[in-house]
Structure formats: structure tokens, C-alpha cells
């Protein structure tokens, strides 16, 4: 029996509050090569953490150190392959000494040690303020704790992490940089009070990929709350532009169970909106609609060769952190 | 659209449940603030909106569902008559002479037309008469027209009237309609002696009312004759009257005819004091010789000439043989003694024994020897009630008795007392036996108690008194030939106390009379109007000699008749005739009105007609109903709606 199967068997059944951390999809475990090491992660504890940074170093110790290697050729230290020599190439790669030995004029390659631009962006629209019951984080909690402990792996990785706030409109910007101050700032940022706003992702995501530098990973902490044709333009536009992107789709367990048993009435936070309706004659049309709409984005994202992830405030969110690992593997 | 039974309408209230229902369900409280409300708005339109219909459907529904089950127990159906409401109007008119006094009659009768004026085609009219007795002369019917021919051709009577019965029947007939209007009409004078003993207190069925007209104008001029008393005197013939005046006093002519002549044979003028009544001795001359003879005394007419006539009768009576055979047993003759006692009283009787020839068919056989029975005597017996005689027979329970009264037909069973006795029960009342027993007080009736007696066959005798269990104590029987009086117990103190009573010698002395064919009490008592007169077994004529009906052709009568004019009467049968003078009753000659306010108002009931009475359904509302069977269809389309309800609201509750 493996380390992980004797302390599960160690270990009591599942509390209310205690979570193992899900599984790495499949896609993002090929890319990781390695499944993380399951961890355990107390939601209550999580919650109970006050501030951000520390809720982001607890998450980020407990995925582990992140390792990833740049897949690009280029002057590096570490050999990558020989290529014959063309015109225009510069002189200084030509491996002379194997010209010594085989009288071919050889350019060496090697890996090219690349940093990864990682740009979080965190809608903060007012159904992202939204928590079903007492205990759980909302889901702008959840997602900037995420955030936050992404910001600290991409430091820990020497990569350059931004950070972009999503309401109606790209609302704060920091380009990716890899400076420690910048984590600071993008911690800063994550926790920048906000003001209740309607959403308007597909937009504001227009925003900000014009505003973001080639080759980014875009990690994207949202509820989706948008139409799925709309991101599926803008995510399209992402993958011309050479963009990677994770999607963290952040769901409290309510919006997905809908298990309301007596009548009440919905006001919807970003409209005034008000609905009076039987939650029990309509919950089997409202997990319809919302697997619906949860299924439409994995379609969009995976159509573009993206990841979507759902992360549910009463589940452990490493997987996010994991999936981000195997992203970045992928990319290296 | 009519009902049947309108009461259940009420149940159409219970749809105040399922209103009431939807009105005050349950709504949410709680507001929750929702991420978003894209994917609720998916299903919640429809859940909304067809939630919202369904509901109101489902109220419909169920307020439907009620209503057409009490619509079904209301019983609907199509009307067959014009709209408006249906009145039914009872006339109740007072008939007796009172209301010939000036113009009361037509004046009411005038005032009862415009009573009844607005009464339409489908509206019922009924005519119901005080005297003799509350009798419908034209039943409440919808023929409006023939009811009021009958009241035109109508004049008042001769007899005194009494309102309360006649107003409780025609409330009660009233109250059995379905009309919607039901009216009791007055037709009457409110004079005090129709009100005398009306319950007041006693309100008539809830929903009828009262229309009564104003008291009449008091009379200025109103006496009253008396019957007279006319008696034989050496010289001639003696009449004694009396003449009651009610109003201020005045002077009058009085008048004495005799046999009908048109011409008086004696006028007096008189000084009627106020109020009083003033008795005339009139001395007659004793006129053409005859058995019998008849007088007519009169006044001038006054305001009501109907009570200034009466008449009296004399007719010459002689012994009258009874034939009694002896005492069964060595003790009293109790009939005997009782014969013996009423001798001075008319009619005269002469007792004989019973001869050991034929019997005069004349007399009357007082039978209570079971001898009397048996060999010769039963033939003799048998062939004096074939000839016409009558007989009064105790039966005492002797064979022979027995057996002669099987023979007649007349198989008699026995009784035995049981605890107190055997008391006699079930009076005759209207027979003129009995009638004339009780004139004076019920009471002679009572305590009639027998250790032992005998029960005739009720298919046999007409039945003047029952024992307590079946069979006829006292029964009348002509089946025989002459008129048998027959008691089912004997005469002696062997089975009963009762020869020692007081009701013994007035019963002997009264059946001896009646079986005699006399009016009981003789020529002393002239009979009133509407009495039952008794009269010889046989068939023969009955005429008026004078009064209102002397044009009047001769009737066939034999037994009773009781005469509804005063007058005087012959009755003439087997070559023998018999004059009986007949007056008006005296009460109703008093024109005074109820002197003690209105209180007949209080007749009618305040209760409310729909709580307090349940409707009363008539037979062609029935039929209707019958032949368009609504309640079918709206129990059909109730239970449909149940299923529609069922569904839709356990859709609306998923």
C-alpha cells in the first residue's frame, strides 16, 4: 500500500470541512506528467485564514514547490540539438569543436530558459459576493485565495504573474512581471475592496487580451455568468494570439445543487431582479439550465484547446493550483 | 331557472373556502440574493406565469365543483311558468248570518276583489267557509276565474261561524304551497262572538300573512227572536218569547202567524229597552183543530232581518207503548225503575210487558232476558223488527241471546276486564244519541267501566261507543228491519255499577226517545240550525213548511238530518208526519265587534318563512324537475372539474 493509501485509510472518513483534493483532470495530468501529491486542506482553516497572503501560502504549501521546464530552443546551458547551419545564423552557436572532429559546421541549440507571463484575472462583478451559507468563503474569497496562492507559485517559478480585476470592464491592470514587489502588488490588487458592479466578462476579457503581452497564461477566476457565445469570440481571439488559458469556474455548492425546500423569493444580485418561485417545483429546470450553461463554457475552452475548471467553495481548490502546474509544464 | 330545493343554494357559500384559500396561501417570506437569476428566469417564467393561471384555474375550479354540487342537491330545472313571484290567496269568509246585516256582504265581497286584482294567471286561489265548518268550497287551484263565480253566487249563511279554525286550515294549506307570496284573506265582519275563544297567542304558519279588512259600521236597529215555546192551553194555544234587543232601545211591532197563513193572527206593539231581552206571554185562540200546528214569530225588520223570524211547533203526542220484558234475575229492574222515573217527561211512554201475541211495531223493545231470546218470543221478536219496530237490547251473555243475535248477524265476543276494567271509549259524538247525552256535559260520557261485556262486530253496527281494545260497545244496527240499539253489556249490577249511576237513567230515557224517532227534549227544545235532527228509521220527505227554504223541494231523508235554514220542517214518511221547528243560533244575533283593539294582527307569525319552515315542494315543481334532470349534469360536470382540479393542482404543488 502506497504512502497516500495508508493514510487514507489512517485518516477518519471525510468531515463536513474536510476535503481531499481532487483529481487533476486527465488532459492536465498527461501535460503534468506526475500527479501532485494528494494533500489534505481544511476549508474551515482556509476560511478561517484571514488575510490573503496567508491564505495563498497555505494553498501553495500545500500543492508543493512547482517545477517546470521551457519546451523552446534557443541560447541556453542545456543542450538541446544540432541543426545544420544556415546563412544568417549567428557564429558564436556553430559547435567548432565538432566541426574540429567531423568537419560539419553545426549549430548547437539549446533549451531556451523562458519565463512564463502569467496574468490572473479575477471577476469581481457582485455575484462573485455570494455566499450560500455560513462557513464557506464566497466565491470572490475562493477565487482570490486561488489567485493568490497562483501568484506565489508563479514567484516561487521565477515567472512573471500580472493581474487584472473584471467587472463590466477590465477595471485594474498589472502588466506580468517577475519582480518580488509585483507579487505584493498583485496581492494588493487581489484584495482591493470593491464596488458591487454588474458583469460583463466577454468584454471586459476583450480588454483585457489587448492590453496583455504575447504568450500569456491567462488564469481566469470567474463565475461565467455570461453568455457562452460571447467568451467563445474572445477565447477564439485568445488562441490566435498565442494565449494560453485556464478557466476556474467558481461555483457556490448552492447555485449548483439548488436544494431550496420552502418558497422564497430570488433577488438576483447585479439586477433588480426580484423572482417568486417554487425552488422545489423549479430546481430540476434550474440544474438543468445550469449544467447547461457549465457545459457550454467547457465546450468553449476546451475548443480552444483550454482548460475549464470548477472549483466549488466547500471543495479543497488545489486542483486549480495542480491544473496550473500541469498548465505550466505543458508550456515549458 | 328554478330549484327544487332552493335550501341547498346555501352551500354554494363553501367556495368562500377555496377563495379564501388562494387569497391567504402561503408566500414567501424569505428573501434570498442570488448569483444570478438567468438560470431561475429559464424555468421560472413558465413556472410563474403557468403557475400563476393554473392557479386561478385550479380556484375555478374548485369554487365550480362546490357550486355545482349544490347546485345538484338543489334539484335545478327549467322553469315552465312566467317569471315574478307566485302568490296564492285564501279566502276566508265568514258565512254566517251576522253577514246579512245591511250591505256587509257585497262590501266585503268587494273589498276581497280588489284584494286579489293583481293576481295573475299562475297564482292559486282558494274559498274556504266558516260554517257549519271550515270547508274549501273552491280548493286553492290556479282557476282564478271559477273562484271568483263561486264567490259571486255566494250568499251567507244561516249558522254561526267561528274564524280560528278556518284561519289555522287555510294557514297550514297555505303553508304547504310553494308559492312565494302567501296570503290569508279575511271575508268577515269581526264580530266578537267569531273571535270568542281564539287563541291569539297561537300564530299562524311562518310566511303566511294576514289581510284583514276594517270592523264594520255598527248596526243602528238590531233584535233578535228567541224561539218560541208553544204550548196547548184549554183556550187555545199559549207562546212564550223572548226578544233580545242590542242596541239603543226602540219601539217594535211584533207579529204571530200560524200554519204559514200570510196574515198574522196576532200584532203587538212592543218597547224593546236597551240591550235587554223582553219576554212576550201571547195567547193565541186555539184555530183549526188539528195534531198538529206551527207558528212564525216575527218583528219588523231591523239592520239584520235574519234574526227577526223563529219558529214553533206543536205538535199533539200521545203515550208511546215500550215493551219490557222482565229482570233476568230476582234483583232490581234498573231499566224498569229508569222508565218509570223520565214517565213525565215527553215523549210520553207507556211500559207493557211483553205480550205473548205479536208486538206492535210501533213500540220499542227494551230486551234484556235471554227468555226474551228464545222459542216464540225470538220469532215474535224477529218478526216485530221486520214489521218496523225497535228494540233496545243489554246483552247479559245468555245462550239464547247469543244465538238469536248470531243469527242476525251480529257474532258477539267476549270481554273480560282487565285491570280497572272495561271503559267505554270512542263516542259517536255527532250521533243524536250521544249528541243529546252530552249536550249538557261531556262527562256523562266518562267513567262508563264494565267488569264484563260483550264486543259487537264493528262491519255490523254503526259503533257509538268502543271497548278499549276492538269491537263495539254500543252499537245501532237496522240490518234486522227496525232500528236496534244494542249494548254489549247488561242492564244489572252483576257486571258494573254503572245501572247505579247517573248516567243511567238519562241514557235509557234518551235511547227510548231516539229509538221512538223524537227529538230529544221534545217541542220544549226546538233545534237550531245545522243540528243534527234524529228521525224515524224509515225513508220518507223532508220540506220546509216556512222560512227562507220553503220553496225549496222536498228531499228523501230517514235517520239524521240536520237542516241548514231555520224554518219549519216536515217530515213525512210512512203515512205519518212529524213538524220540527228549526231557529237560528242565538249567539250570532249579537252584532257586536271585537271590542279589545286588533289583536288578530298577532296572527301572523313573525318567524322568518325560510328558517322556519322547510319549503314544501308542490307535485308539478316535482314533474319538472323530473323531466329536465339538471342534477345530472351538474354532478357530471362537477366530478369532471374534481378530475381537472386534481390534476392541475398537484401539477401547480410539484
Request: net charge neutral; charged share 20%.
Amino acid at each position: 500500500m502506497s504512502d497516500a493509501g495508508k493514510a487514507a485509510a489512517e485518516e477518519p472518513a471525510w468531515s463536513a470541512v474536510t476535503y481531499p483534493m481532487r483529481p487533476v483532470q486527465p488532459t492536465l495530468a498527461r501535460h503534468a506528467g506526475a500527479r501532485p501529491t494528494p494533500s489534505r486542506l481544511d476549508m474551515s482553516e482556509l476560511a478561517a485564514l484571514g488575510s490573503l497572503p496567508l491564505r495563498a501560502r497555505r494553498l501553495a504549501d500545500a500543492v508543493g514547490p512547482g517545477r517546470h521546464r521551457s519546451r523552446r530552443k534557443g541560447a541556453s546551458v542545456e543542450f538541446a540539438d544540432y541543426r545544420d547551419y544556415q546563412p544568417g545564423d549567428d557564429l558564436r552557436r556553430v559547435d567548432w569543436r565538432l566541426y574540429g572532429r567531423t568537419d560539419r559546421v553545426q549549430i548547437r541549440d539549446a533549451h531556451e530558459e523562458t519565463p512564463l507571463r502569467v496574468l490572473l484575472l479575477l471577476d469581481v462583478s457582485a455575484s462573485m459576493i455570494y455566499s450560500s451559507r455560513p462557513g464557506l468563503l464566497t466565491k470572490l474569497d475562493m477565487a482570490r485565495s486561488v489567485l493568490g496562492a497562483l501568484a506565489l507559485l508563479v514567484r516561487r517559478q521565477r515567472d512573471a504573474c500580472g493581474i487584472g480585476l473584471l467587472t463590466d470592464n477590465l477595471l485594474r491592470y498589472l502588466p506580468p512581471g517577475g519582480s518580488p514587489a509585483r507579487l505584493r502588488a498583485v496581492w494588493g490588487t487581489l484584495d482591493t475592496p470593491i464596488l458591487a458592479t454588474p458583469t460583463a466578462l466577454a468584454s471586459a476579457l476583450e480588454q483585457a487580451v489587448a492590453v496583455a503581452p504575447p504568450a500569456c497564461l491567462f488564469i481566469i477566476a470567474s463565475d461565467f455568468y455570461e453568455d457562452p457565445a460571447a467568451l467563445d469570440a474572445v477565447v477564439r481571439r485568445m488562441r490566435f494570439e498565442r494565449h494560453d488559458a485556464l478557466a476556474l469556474q467558481v461555483i457556490d455548492p448552492q447555485e449548483e445543487d439548488f436544494d431550496f425546500s420552502r418558497p422564497v423569493e430570488f433577488a438576483d444580485s447585479e439586477a433588480p431582479a426580484r423572482l417568486q418561485i417554487d425552488p422545489v417545483a423549479a430546481a430540476r429546470a434550474y440544474r438543468s439550465a445550469f449544467a447547461a450553461h457549465r457545459h457550454a463554457l467547457t465546450e468553449v475552452f476546451r475548443g480552444s484547446g483550454f482548460d475549464h475548471l470548477a472549483l466549488r467553495t466547500d471543495s479543497s481548490p488545489l486542483a486549480a493550483l495542480a491544473a496550473y502546474l500541469a498548465r505550466r509544464a505543458g508550456r515549458a | 331557472m328554478l330549484w327544487l330545493y332552493p335550501g341547498f343554494l346555501i352551500g354554494t357559500a363553501a367556495v368562500a373556502l377555496p377563495i379564501l384559500l388562494h387569497l391567504f396561501r402561503r408566500r414567501p417570506k424569505r428573501t434570498v440574493l442570488f448569483p444570478t437569476l438567468r438560470f431561475l428566469a429559464a424555468a421560472a417564467p413558465q413556472n410563474d406565469r403557468s403557475k400563476r393561471l393554473r392557479r386561478w384555474l385550479v380556484l375555478f375550479l374548485r369554487c365550480a365543483v362546490l357550486s355545482l354540487f349544490a347546485a345538484a342537491f338543489a334539484r335545478p330545472f327549467l322553469a315552465t311558468s312566467k317569471g315574478g313571484q307566485r302568490q296564492a290567496f285564501a279566502v276566508v269568509i265568514d258565512n254566517s248570518f251576522s253577514l246579512r246585516a245591511g250591505r256587509r256582504w257585497t262590501d266585503l265581497r268587494t273589498w276581497v276583489r280588489d284584494q286579489i286584482r293583481d293576481a295573475k294567471s299562475e297564482d292559486t286561489i282558494g274559498l274556504l267557509v266558516m260554517a257549519p265548518k271550515p270547508t274549501w268550497i273552491a280548493p286553492l287551484s290556479t282557476r282564478r276565474d271559477s273562484a271568483l263565480a263561486i264567490l259571486d253566487t255566494l250568499a251567507p249563511g244561516w249558522d254561526t261561524a267561528q274564524a280560528e279554525p278556518a284561519l289555522r286550515l287555510a294557514g297550514d294549506a297555505l303553508a304547504a304551497t310553494a308559492a312565494d307570496r302567501r296570503s290569508i284573506v279575511y271575508f268577515g265582519d269581526h264580530q266578537r262572538v267569531s273571535w270568542a275563544g281564539c287563541d291569539f297567542g297561537k300564530p299562524l304558519p311562518p310566511g303566511v300573512r294576514t289581510v284583514f279588512p276594517d270592523v264594520p259600521a255598527p248596526l243602528a236597529r238590531q233584535a233578535a227572536v228567541r224561539a218560541p215555546v208553544i204550548t196547548r192551553t184549554p183556550t187555545g194555544f199559549h207562546v212564550a218569547v223572548a226578544i233580545e234587543n242590542f242596541t239603543a232601545a226602540e219601539n217594535r211591532t211584533l207579529y204571530v202567524y200560524r200554519d204559514g197563513a200570510t196574515a198574522p193572527v196576532w200584532r203587538q206593539d212592543i218597547s224593546l229597552p236597551e240591550r235587554e231581552i223582553q219576554t212576550c206571554q201571547i195567547d193565541l185562540p186555539p184555530g183549526p183543530e188539528g195534531v198538529s200546528a206551527y207558528f212564525t214569530v216575527s218583528l219588523d225588520e231591523d239592520d239584520l232581518p235574519a234574526d227577526d223570524r223563529a219558529y214553533g211547533v206543536w205538535q199533539a203526542s200521545g203515550e208511546h207503548p215500550v215493551l219490557l220484558d222482565p229482570t233476568p234475575d230476582s234483583g232490581s229492574d234498573y231499566v224498569g225503575a229508569a222508565l218509570a222515573a223520565t214517565a213525565g217527561l215527553k215523549p210520553y211512554v207507556q211500559v207493557l210487558p211483553i205480550p205473548a201475541s205479536a208486538w206492535p211495531p210501533s213500540a220499542v223493545a227494551v230486551l234484556r232476558n235471554d227468555a226474551s231470546f228464545s222459542g216464540a218470543a225470538a220469532e215474535r221478536l224477529t218478526a216485530f223488527l221486520r214489521g218496523g219496530g225497535s228494540a233496545l237490547i243489554f246483552v247479559g251473555g245468555g245462550s239464547a241471546e247469543l244465538r238469536w243475535l248470531e243469527t242476525a248477524g251480529l257474532k258477539m265476543r267476549p270481554l273480560e276486564e282487565e285491570g280497572d276494567g272495561l271503559e267505554l271509549r270512542d263516542w259517536a259524538v255527532d250521533h243524536p244519541l250521544v249528541a243529546g247525552l252530552a249536550s249538557h256535559s261531556a262527562s256523562t260520557l266518562l267513567d262508563w267501566r264494565f267488569r264484563r261485556g260483550w264486543a259487537l262486530p264493528t262491519d255490523a253496527v254503526e259503533p257509538l261507543a268502543l271497548w278499549p281494545e276492538t269491537g263495539a260497545a254500543i252499537g245501532e244496527t237496522t240490518g234486522i228491519g227496525g232500528r236496534v240499539l244494542i249494548c254489549g253489556f247488561g242492564s244489572d249490577r252483576r257486571d258494573s255499577d254503572w245501572p247505579a249511576r247517573e248516567m243511567f237513567v238519562p241514557f235509557v230515557h234518551r235511547a227510548v226517545t231516539y229509538l221512538l224517532g223524537s227529538p230529544t227534549g221534545g217541542t220544549a227544545t226546538p233545534a237550531q240550525v245545522g243540528q243534527p235532527l234524529p228521525l224515524p228509521a224509515e225513508t220518507g220527505f223532508w220540506r220546509a213548511l216556512a222560512g227562507p227554504t220553503a220553496a225549496a223541494p222536498p228531499v228523501q231523508a230517514g235517520g239524521t238530518i240536520a237542516p241548514n235554514a231555520p224554518g219549519v220542517y216536515e217530515f213525512s214518511y210512512g203515512g205519518q208526519k212529524k213538524l220540527f221547528a228549526v231557529n237560528l243560533p242565538p249567539g250570532e244575533s249579537d252584532p257586536a265587534p271585537w271590542s279589545d283593539g286588533k289583536p288578530w294582527r298577532n296572527l301572523e307569525s313573525t318567524a322568518h318563512m325560510a328558517s322556519a319552515s322547510l319549503p314544501r315542494v308542490p307535485v308539478s315543481a316535482i314533474q319538472a324537475e323530473q323531466h329536465s334532470p339538471l342534477w345530472w349534469w351538474c354532478l357530471a360536470s362537477a366530478a369532471v372539474f374534481l378530475a381537472a382540479e386534481l390534476a392541475i393542482a398537484n401539477r401547480t404543488t410539484r
